[in-house]
């Protein structure tokens, strides 16, 4: 069984910072892709950092230089810091792994096999 739990989500003004966690459990480990993902009110899912198997990073062009993603194979939990929120921030955001061992490009633009529930991001400006 495989599960993903996120935290770290909450309320926080603009310009501010957060960091959000992924616990994965069950046959998801370090030679799984991860990657995370953000739904806004009304809008569609889109793809926000990629992390592979040998800790390469991607990251979606709206994101750049204000979102960091990591892992800790160690404790299987992957991260995401935030920095220099925006109220255009506020979404749900997911923690998804994957282990086909595809490439992060692929990953951004199809999303990835496994899904936790999310932790929700809330920005006042």
């Known amino acids: 069984q495989v599960q993903l739990v996120e935290s770290g989500g909450g309320s926080v003004q603009s310009g501010g910072s957060l960091k959000l966690s992924c616990v994965a459990s069950?046959?998801?480990?370090?030679?799984?892709?991860m990657g995370w993902f953000r739904q806004a009110p009304g809008k569609e899912r889109e793809a926000v950092a990629i992390?592979?198997?040998?800790?390469?990073?991607i990251y979606a062009d709206s994101v750049k230089g204000r979102f960091a993603i990591s892992r800790d194979n160690a404790k299987n939990t992957l991260y995401l810091q935030i920095n220099s929120l925006k109220p255009e921030d506020t979404a749900m955001y997911y923690c998804?792994?994957?282990?086909?061992?595809?490439?992060?490009?692929?990953?951004?633009?199809?999303?990835?096999?496994?899904w936790g529930k999310g932790t929700l991001v809330t920005i006042s400006s």
């Open positions: 998804a792994a994957d282990g086909r061992g595809l490439s992060g490009a692929y990953y951004l633009r199809y999303g990835m096999a496994y």
């Open positions: 992390i592979a198997v040998n800790g390469a990073t």
């Open positions: 069950g046959y998801i480990n370090s030679r799984y892709s």
